[in-house]
């Protein structure tokens, strides 16, 4: 195969998207997850009530990720952390095949905003169903995308994608959000041509789209249709209709958009969230600076997931999704611009294919591929992950627990909820962890109040029989239980154990 400029930039590109995605993935909720696929696998069903939990134990528990929590289970069995880093990363880079499919212009305008992209979601990467969210969302602007501008129509994918996605992670959604967000646009664009069309010839009509972003009302009622087929599909999983109301019941509980950090509005003062903001500002600046008119699509697309990105960290991923190829297509078409005044002017070429300029091509890949390699192996390397781990996670905790056994029930920090879960099951139930669809929005308040060690938290530590503590260090319920005459029993830069002490 020849390797051409063209080629040896896309290639370089997406090795290098593999090698910043390839990193330690596992977060504090990865383990509740792997906990999930081992029970689906052991028990061959899917359950519906809480298992994990002695606070929650038989509640209903409707939660769509199971088809992710098995094979991650399965890899991290079979491979350890290398298996969910490697499908992490391999989740990552096909997402990004589909955005880079759907740009424009020049391949270093398209390596460019790529990687600025890939910078901008970084945030999300982790080794959760979420991420396989992050690759459907992206097939799914691919395929709108393939309808809207260059008439392919291949709109029958969406509603098998949206019943996978259902049986996936509560993330589909975001599917329903593209398609609405496509739909108004699609509705203005048709009005503001009727309208135009009317006042420039003295009646209404609408004239064909061509593509231009735009399908005309036949298109419109294509993408209706397609919605309300989607709708359908994500009712084939075993909770059934039900399913369809999972996102509106997690967005509505209060404790999860005031307390934890991913629901919250990003901090930018952190390095990893400002890529988002150079996303944004790069796709108005090229909005702004090319004489093409924006399509209305495009700009609601934009907007529309630039502000739920605002509302909370866990969406700013989608903007590295939906920004991209309006980015080169203006920016495309703004160099088309320049070139047509400065015609004695040439561009360099992607394509140059001479025998010496291939030779120097693969010399670069290879190094470049022999480098990423580097990077990758060390993530790969279950020490390095494990390290991670006990840096954030009650890893000590926990291993004391199961060496000295003391008695239960537990109280646990929250974000430790799913380690130990992982951890200590079935032998210490956990009181509270990563699920906020399982608790209530009364419950987590409740644990908010016990977690501060506010007055009469030990009331409600009484009411759940709790026995063991396992808490941050220095936390301040640490300081209450300490004040309070419980025992601390181990303790550690990142967590404490205290037992209750009867007399």
């Keep these: 195969m020849k390797l051409t400029t063209s080629r040896l930039i896309t290639t370089i590109t997406f090795v290098g998207v593999f090698a910043m995605a390839t990193r ?16 689906i696998l052991e028990h061959r069903a899917v359950p519906l009530t809480d298992p994990f939990s002695h606070t929650r134990a038989g509640a209903d528990w409707k939660y769509p990720g199971w088809l992710v929590e098995v094979p991650m289970y399965w890899l991290f069995a079979n491979f350890s952390y290398a298996g969910l880093n490697l499908f992490t990363a391999v989740c990552v880079t096909l997402t990004f095949v589909f955005v880079h499919r759907s740009c424009e212009g020049h391949p270093f305008l398209k390596a460019f905003t790529l990687v600025l992209a890939a910078a901008a979601s970084g945030v999300y990467w982790a080794a959760r169903p979420h991420i396989v969210s992050f690759l459907l969302a992206g097939a799914f602007a691919y395929i709108l995308h393939l309808y809207r501008w260059r008439g392919v129509n291949r709109l029958w994918a969406l509603p098998p994608l949206m019943a996978l996605w259902a049986n996936a992670h509560g993330g589909f959604a975001i599917g ?32 064909s789209a061509g593509h231009t972003g735009d399908v005309g009302l036949p298109g419109l009622a294509w993408l209706a249709g397609i919605g309300l087929a989607c709708a359908v599909a994500v009712m084939l999983n075993p909770s059934g209709p039900a399913m369809l109301l999972y996102p509106f019941k997690t967005v509505s509980i209060g404790v999860l958009r005031d307390f934890i950090q991913e629901w919250q509005t990003p901090d930018f003062h952190r390095r990893e969230a400002q890529p ?17 008119r924006v399509n209305l699509t495009d700009l609601l697309l934009v907007t529309g997931v630039a502000y739920l990105g605002f509302l909370a960290g866990r969406n700013v991923a989608l903007l590295a999704i939906v920004a991209p190829p309006v980015v080169t297509r203006h920016v495309a078409a703004g160099w088309a611009d320049i070139r047509e005044r400065l015609p004695a002017w ?48 009650p890893v000590g905790a926990a291993d004391y627990v199961r060496r000295v056994r003391p008695p239960g029930p537990l109280f646990n920090a929250y974000n430790f909820g799913a380690y130990l879960a992982w951890a200590l099951y079935p032998d210490y139930p956990v009181y509270v962890d990563g699920r906020t669809d399982l608790y209530d929005d009364a419950f987590l308040r409740e644990y908010l109040h016990i ?19 396992i808490v941050e260090s220095n936390s301040l319920l640490s300081d209450a239980l300490t004040r309070d005459g419980w025992l601390a029993v181990y303790s550690d830069p990142v967590a404490a154990v205290y037992r209750r002490v009867t007399p």
């Design 276 to 292: 988002f903001l150079w996303l944004l500002f790069a796709t108005l600046a090229a909005i702004g600076l090319s004489r093409r």
């Design 24 to 39: 330690v993935s596992a977060d504090t909720d990865t383990w509740w997850h792997l906990r999930a696929g081992q029970w």
């Design 346 to 393: 040439t561009a360099p070429s992607a394509e140059i294919a001479d025998q010496r300029a291939i030779v120097v091509n693969w010399i670069l890949l290879s190094v470049v591929t022999l480098a990423a390699l580097l990077k990758v192996l060390i993530p790969l390397q279950p020490s390095v992950n494990e390290a991670e781990i006990a840096r954030t996670l």
């Design 176 to 207: 329903f959000i593209f398609i609405a967000l496509t739909l108004a646009g699609q509705a203005l664009a048709l009005v503001w041509r009727v309208l135009t069309a009317g006042r420039a010839q003295g009646e209404p009509s609408v004239p």
């Design 451 to 469: 977690s501060l060690g506010r007055p009469g938290y030990q009331a409600a530590l009484d009411k759940y029989g709790v026995n063991l503590v």
